[in-house]
């Protein structure tokens, strides 16, 4: 990041970050699902999945956790492997990287997953989070799950994804979250 836009993201940050704590109107601060963030594909010798983080993970804005990542991720593995799939979503109200962190370390048993999706960032990207202190929170979240998943297990985590367009904000506080987070999604 060059040293104007450094200071210019210094200088907004604690505006934007109030501003969406207070509310600026968005899609995104819709609630989470009230259903059993479970369900299982039928079909034999199950696999397990499990998504969490962000907006993706927490099913933000759906109304119901079957049509969330991890539903329709086992769906399509199932197609693929014609194996049956469980999988859980990690609904939190709060999708930023540390409250991540939080309920993962709550997870007992990462090692019964084959699969763990990671989709961390879009409310740290709309407040203009730090990005080296994200960084080694996402590395430590990261390093936690490949210290707690089996050997052959699959860890993927997704670009932050461009959720700019859906803040009613002016162009430029719109292109500073764009921009934020493609830094963040570089790291």
Known sequence: MSPPIRLLHQTVRPFVAAGLRGGIPTPLTAAVPTDAPVGVVPGPDPDRVLALGGI?????????????????????????????????TVPLADQHITATQEAVHQITELHRYDVVLVMPGVADALELARITPWVHRLE????????????????????????????????????????????????
């Open 140 to 187: 430590d979240l990261l390093d936690h799950l490949v210290e707690q998943t089996a050997d052959n297990s699959i860890v993927l985590v997704s670009d932050v994804p461009q959720v700019s367009q859906y803040v009613q904000a002016g162009t430029f506080v719109r292109g500073l979250f764009r921009d934020h987070a493609m830094y963040l999604s570089q790291r």
């Open 56 to 88: 993706g993970g927490s099913g933000v804005g759906l109304r119901t956790h079957a049509e969330g990542v991890a539903a329709q991720s086992a769906k399509a593995l199932a197609a693929i492997t014609g194996r049956g799939v469980e999988w859980r």
